[in-house]
């Protein structure tokens, strides 16, 4: 656990720590130059797993994560910041999966976030995905980690071999190394429980404007040796669905840019994973909701956006199912009973509302 100038949170991070369920551990906290009560509130818990390092100078995160990986003296690695909650049975939970899944390589929990000055009120739940298939999906189509960095847990040695964090990354360093971690076969999944507590706060780093831009920057990099083709960092902003924007979205060629982009990167997905039709068609109803939003686009005629949609996704569809050599007909068909009738209740309530 990295710390810098953490006080106001520090206890309650500790804490959640310390009365886990699973108890063999040692606790590695890396001070960063704290000039607050950080070190004086770490030093006053006299517990024996505690493993306290002062950085003499701030070094920033990634430094401070690297210097974590090679002083540490376990196996796997569980990752927690210091304004954070881990519930007693997190690391117990993420344990017995590795027991029982030894093809994974970084795993994380599902997590609830909870407001900044509100009593830890919970502001809203997010379920991952589970398996890896569906996590490197997330990856190749969203450009989205599909790990919470402050909850996951890792394969030490694993992670070390692929070079351990990217220093020149400040705040987006876990999107940068999961993406490495994909393009080098590692796998990812979740435990499907709610294991850990994400504070939302104003002052967040993954918030900021370098943090847009260093998850720009190493999406584009992921993507250009996904596809094997220069890929900028204005394409691979416009590549995220937290972006699907009117600033983002200028004139009409963004778009298709951004829809042959996915296209290409999903085929390459394809090519290197091994899914089903129920799974291609989960995925499809995936790309359809997420498409969506480009209906709300200025430079977009609504109705034309539902058809080039349903036409991605069906092109989709039979990419998917090309590589399985099953008929694409029967799922084509289903994807269009799924979406349609829904979206047709929902044009003739606006209308009628209207």
């Not at 520090?10 to 130059?33: H, K, P, R, V, Y």
């Not at 569980?78 to 999966?97: C, F, G, H, T, V």
């Not at 780093?205 to 584009?220: C, D, F, P, Y």
């Not at 099953?326 to 269009?336: D, G, V």
Request: glycine fraction near 4%.
């Amino acid at each position: 656990m990295p710390v810098y100038n953490g006080s106001r949170y520090l206890d309650e991070a500790i804490e959640s720590i310390l009365n886990q369920t699973f108890m063999d551990f040692e606790f590695l906290i890396i001070d960063d130059g704290s000039t607050d009560d950080s070190i004086k509130i770490i030093r006053s818990y006299r517990d024996s797993r505690i493993r306290l390092v002062e950085n003499e100078n701030n070094l920033g995160q990634s430094t401070s994560l690297n210097k974590g990986i090679n002083l540490a003296l376990g196996e796997y690695i569980a990752r927690m910041d210091q304004d954070d909650i881990s519930l007693p049975e997190r690391l117990e939970e993420q344990i017995n999966y590795f027991k029982n899944h030894t093809d994974i390589s970084v795993l994380g929990t599902w997590w609830k976030a909870i407001e900044d000055g509100e009593g830890n009120k919970i502001y809203k739940e997010l379920r991952l995905p589970e398996d890896p298939d569906t996590c490197a999906f997330w990856m190749y189509f969203y450009g989205n980690q599909p790990i919470a960095h402050p909850c996951s847990m890792f394969k030490k040695n694993e992670i070390k071999e692929l070079g351990g964090y990217n220093e020149y990354y400040k705040v987006a360093q876990d999107l940068e190394l999961w993406l490495r971690a994909l393009l080098n076969k590692l796998k990812f999944a979740n435990v499907p429980k709610f294991l850990f507590h994400y504070r939302l706060h104003q002052n967040q780093g993954s918030k900021s404007v370098q943090a847009e831009t260093e998850h720009n920057i190493a999406l584009a990099k992921f993507l250009t040796s996904v596809i094997n083709r220069s890929i900028d960092i204005n394409q691979s902003a416009r590549y995220r669905p937290s972006n699907l924007n009117d600033d983002n979205f200028i004139v009409k060629e963004n778009i298709e840019e951004m829809m042959q982009l996915k296209m290409d990167a999903i085929k390459k997905y394809f090519e290197n994973y091994a899914t089903s039709s129920n799974q291609i068609l989960k995925y499809a109803m995936l790309i359809w909701e997420s498409l969506q939003t480009l209906g709300k686009l200025k430079i977009v005629v609504w109705h034309r956006m539902i058809i080039y949609n349903t036409i991605f996704c069906l092109h989709f569809i039979k990419s998917g199912l090309k590589y399985l050599n099953l008929p694409y007909l029967p799922t084509a068909i289903e994807f269009i009973f799924l979406v349609y009738p829904p979206l047709v209740k929902r044009l003739t309530s606006s209308i009628v509302n209207s």
